[in-house]
């Protein structure tokens, strides 16, 4: 069953966290476009043009785009790296 998330806004507009229903990190997760990174879900999202970082822990994950990156074209391929790969 697939681990299902909630959008939260953030006072970044260039920030959107995503808490989940369960734990799906070990620990804490950072990494930013460019970085060496073992994490499946790292590497999908920062894979995604557009997407500059991401930070997480245990229960849920902050993805940060570039300033000229548009949400609505962005959210379905997070959306979908987090389903794959969390």
Avoid: Y
């Avoid at 804490?28 to 930070?55: M, N, Q, W």
């Amino acid at each position: 069953m697939a681990i299902e998330f909630s959008i939260q806004p953030t006072p970044n507009p260039n920030a959107i966290k995503f808490d989940a229903s369960e734990k799906f990190l070990e620990g804490r997760l950072s990494a930013r476009v460019g970085d060496d990174t073992d994490s499946p879900l790292a590497k999908a999202l920062l894979s995604i043009d557009g997407v500059e970082s991401i930070f997480g822990f245990e229960n849920f994950i902050t993805v940060n785009k570039t300033n000229d990156s548009d949400w609505n074209q962005l959210m379905p391929e997070i959306e979908k790296a987090l389903n794959e790969n969390a």
